[in-house]
């Protein structure tokens, strides 16, 4: 069921859709099927609003996993790249939001990369992220989180979160850099009393 707040905004994209097709179809009269097909290609999209977006996707995307909990304490997962905690959630969402963050490893040298989406390039996917791969050590990794993310007044609201998952992903580096050690299955032998 959509908000009021939402169908205002729906209503508003429809109507400036009807009016540039109007404009559209006006610069038309009497023109060739191949200039009618420039002229649509060079039109651009309009921007659909991200609580329009989210309240089309809430409960039904492929990225949902599962509800665990019963009632008010359930709580639903999405495994959507740029969401930091994985909850589905307006706030957390990297379909619904323009500003979004993601943190993950960079490859096979502990790197990290640190990807924020670009807000004048929604049309273009290819170019759509901002990707800065981080080798410091973690201090430094967390200042320069801390100040793309905050001090930038990207998404301030998102700090704390981009920290977490930081802290995260570097602690998993850690562990795959070391290897796990093998636990000797076998019996000891205890010397001593007969």
């Known amino acids: ?9 729906l209503l508003q994209f429809k109507f400036t859709l009807a009016r540039s097709s109007r404009r559209t179809a006006e610069g038309c009269r009497g023109k060739t099927l191949e200039s009618l097909l420039s002229l649509v290609l060079r039109c651009e999209m309009a921007t659909v609003p991200g609580q329009l977006i989210w309240e089309i996707v809430k409960k039904n995307n492929s990225f949902l996993v599962k509800e665990f909990g019963n009632g008010t304490a359930s709580v639903r997962f999405s495994k959507e790249s740029n969401n930091l905690y994985n909850l589905n959630s307006y706030k957390h ?17 502990q790197s990290v990369l640190l990807a924020t989406t670009k807000t004048k390039k ?3 996917p290819a170019t759509l992220l901002h990707k800065s791969i981080m080798k410091q050590e973690f201090r430094r990794m967390a200042k320069a989180v801390a100040n793309q993310v905050a001090d930038n007044y990207y998404r301030p609201d998102l700090k704390k979160a981009a920290l977490a998952r930081l802290s995260a992903v570097h602690r998993s580096l850690k562990v795959a850099k070391s290897g796990v050690k093998k636990r000797n299955r076998q019996a000891v032998k205890i010397c001593g009393r007969k």
């Open 122 to 124: 929604q049309s273009t």
């Open 1 to 9: 069921m959509l908000m009021p707040e939402s169908v205002g905004v």
């Open 93 to 109: 969402s990297g379909l619904a939001n323009k500003k979004t963050v993601t943190i993950r490893p960079g490859g096979k040298d």
